[in-house]
């Protein structure tokens, strides 16, 4: 049985086939890890989320585990993990936390190169952190890209017109821009490290290997059709 794990401060995800003689042999590996570290999985906040697959044997695997069954998609270091492309409810922590930053800020007397700097420096992160694993709707992008200009421009006031075009906006400072970075090709960019991970057989990453397994077993990214 292969065993992968993803983990973070107190957040543990462990994957194995959705199989029953795998179940048991993580079962026992939990059990032993316990009694070695006297550390137990906590029964009321574990969860077995199971693939479509594993529909015959449910019942079966949880009541071997003990856990409670969930359900995609989950949260995990503030991000949805889904199994299709997003949704509009995956989506909206991201433009909450948008909205919430954007808000805060407005009910300061801010000056512009102040609010330049959030945009560049807060935001841009926020927005990295998502773009990084998603392919984001450009949906999704305008209006996020929409509020960024409003805040530049007004602030905490409710008028004030752009007084530069926001494409002239995003170029770079040796450009005669404000080195604020669009959203949509940023997102590409940050896609396309996925991409040369696979051209590199990247073996750290669980999904360069299921990419690998699943599709390119028999030809190259090239040649994938």
């Given at each position: 049985?292969?065993?992968f794990?993803?983990?973070f401060?107190?957040?543990?995800?462990l994957?194995?086939?959705?199989e029953?003689?795998?179940?048991?042999?993580?079962?026992?590996?939990?059990?032993a890890?316990?009694?070695?570290?006297?550390?137990h999985?906590?029964i009321n906040?574990?969860q077995?989320?199971?693939?479509k697959?594993?529909?015959?044997?449910?019942?079966?695997?949880?009541?071997?585990?003990?856990?409670?069954?969930?359900?995609?998609?989950v949260?995990?270091?503030?991000?949805?993990?889904?199994?299709s492309?997003l949704?509009?409810?995956?989506?909206?922590?991201?433009?909450?936390?948008?909205?919430?930053?954007?808000?805060?800020?407005?009910?300061?007397?801010?000056?512009?190169a102040?609010?330049?700097?959030?945009?560049?420096?807060?935001?841009s992160a926020?927005?990295?952190?998502?773009?990084?694993?998603?392919?984001?709707p450009?949906?999704?992008?305008?209006?996020?890209e929409?509020?960024?200009?409003?805040?530049?421009?007004?602030?905490?006031?409710?008028?004030?017109?752009a007084?530069?075009?926001?494409?002239?906006v995003?170029?770079?400072?040796?450009?005669?821009g404000?080195?604020?970075?669009?959203?949509?090709?940023?997102?590409?960019?940050?896609?396309?490290?996925?991409?040369?991970?696979?051209i590199?057989?990247?073996?750290?990453?669980?999904?360069?290997m299921?990419?690998?397994?699943?599709?390119?077993?028999?030809c190259?990214?090239?040649?994938?059709?």
């Amino acid at each position: 049985m292969k065993l992968f794990n993803l983990y973070f401060a107190d957040d543990l995800l462990l994957f194995c086939k959705a199989e029953e003689n795998s179940v048991i042999l993580f079962h026992d590996a939990l059990h032993a890890f316990a009694e070695l570290s006297r550390l137990h999985a906590n029964i009321n906040k574990s969860q077995l989320i199971l693939s479509k697959s594993a529909t015959p044997v449910r019942d079966r695997l949880r009541a071997i585990l003990g856990f409670q069954e969930g359900q995609l998609p989950v949260r995990y270091l503030g991000l949805p993990l889904i199994s299709s492309r997003l949704t509009i409810d995956d989506r909206k922590p991201l433009l909450l936390k948008v909205d919430e930053r954007l808000k805060g800020w407005s009910s300061l007397h801010l000056s512009f190169a102040a609010r330049i700097q959030l945009l560049k420096s807060d935001i841009s992160a926020l927005n990295i952190y998502w773009a990084m694993a998603f392919i984001l709707p450009s949906g999704v992008l305008k209006t996020i890209e929409a509020r960024m200009k409003k805040f530049l421009w007004q602030g905490g006031h409710n008028s004030g017109a752009a007084k530069v075009a926001w494409v002239d906006v995003c170029k770079s400072l040796e450009e005669g821009g404000q080195g604020i970075r669009r959203l949509q090709p940023l997102n590409r960019a940050l896609m396309s490290k996925h991409f040369w991970d696979i051209i590199q057989c990247n073996e750290s990453s669980i999904w360069v290997m299921w990419i690998t397994n699943r599709y390119l077993r028999h030809c190259s990214v090239w040649t994938a059709g």
